[in-house]
């Protein structure tokens, strides 16, 4: 490990990302700009080909620092597995979605371990970043590398590090966000930590792999909890007529014991509706039932009827059906400030409202276009036309509602967007 520890040491280290996506892209470009030389691997042929043309598909990478990350000859892309013989340094970033059946999907992870044990060689360090069910790395991935011969801690290294990126957050990104790794042997987790503080301020050792693996489920878990909880908060303020946002900002003046969460229309996006099942899953096998888990996930997956039934009560005050309504959603991205619609419960609202007759279009300055239902949508200027009913599913930072939202005749606000902006025909959450 002595050669390793060299590279890693004097940044000669040579370092493979495999799937260049949200999480394997900023991973990428951060260890470039920190001196090594980057060779990112994805199956996606058009992702390689606008890394190596410098042109940025991740809303968090600037192209301007992609292109000259490449220009400089630090960061390159290829389909090519073999570039991973090469590498030091492997870092494991695929997909990790759930099945038709919501059981984890790791088909993606065993598929690239598999290309991987094929070019192991001694003095490498694996990380696998995605996030999976705990006993991932030890019992799936393990086996599969240990098919090369090599024995792990010994001839390379073999670890976990949960990925925390927060696409759309300004303040914290790859370099300042801690980083948690646990390793198969203390040796895995020493060059783990070691490679890993070469770009990322603070690393922060645990004792194993599976500590890694839980640990990105407990804060997933922990947001997926409490965001059930302030949901149900909403409908029981509701049938209470308190309003839940005066109850959340009050009880947040408490200056110990309480972390403010807000009600909205769903979950969405690739990580919280997702990882808990990763854990109720795994506990499944060990018999076991996470209630927290299926109780959040039922409230949440909830939400996206109880905005419907808020439109219809709202509709009906004014002697409307739904059906031949026009309905405007306002913001379709799973949260602010980006382009994501994975999972978005903005989709769920709309085909909801569609099923029951009502005409539906979108205003989303980050989101040009979706599909739905075999459909294309296309965003539409935020103005109240003709629209009977508006609901603010996303509020992006820098879209203005003030000058359009007393013409609708009806808004359902669905995130305290229009907070200052109170009104007889503003229906808040
Ligand atoms: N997106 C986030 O905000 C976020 C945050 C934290 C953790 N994560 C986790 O990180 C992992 C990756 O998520 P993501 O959002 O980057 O996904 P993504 O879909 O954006 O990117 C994954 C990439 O992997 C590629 N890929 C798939 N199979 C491959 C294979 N066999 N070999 C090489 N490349 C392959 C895909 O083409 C894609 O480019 C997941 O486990 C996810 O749960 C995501």
Redesign the pocket.
Known sequence: MDVLRERIENRTARFSV????????PLAVEFARAGYAVTG????AE?VAKVNAGESY?QDVPTEVLASLVADGLLSASVD?DVLAEADVVSI?????LSKTKDPDVS??V??SE?LAQRLRKNQLVIL????YPGTTEELVLPILTSSNLEVGVDYCLAFS??????GNREYGVRNTPKVVGGITETCTEMATLFLSGAIETVVPVSSTGAAETV?LLENTFRSVNIGLVNELAIMCERLGVDVWEVIKAAATKPFGFMPFFPGPGLG???IP??PLYLSWKLKTLDYRARFIELAGEVNARMPDYVIARTVKGLNEQKKPVNGSKFLIIGVAYKPDID?VRESPALDILKLLRRQGGEVAYSDPYVPEIRLNGDTLQSVPLEAKDYDCAIIATNHRGVDFSAVVRDFPLVIDTRNATEGMEAPNVVKL
């Open positions: 495999i799937g260049l996506g949200y999480v394997g892209l691997v994805d199956v996606d992702k991740v597995f970033c695929v997909p990790t979605p993606y992870v598929a690239s290309e970043e995605s996030t999976t949960p990925e925390r990126v927060d696409p990105k996006g690739h990580c997702i990882d994501d």
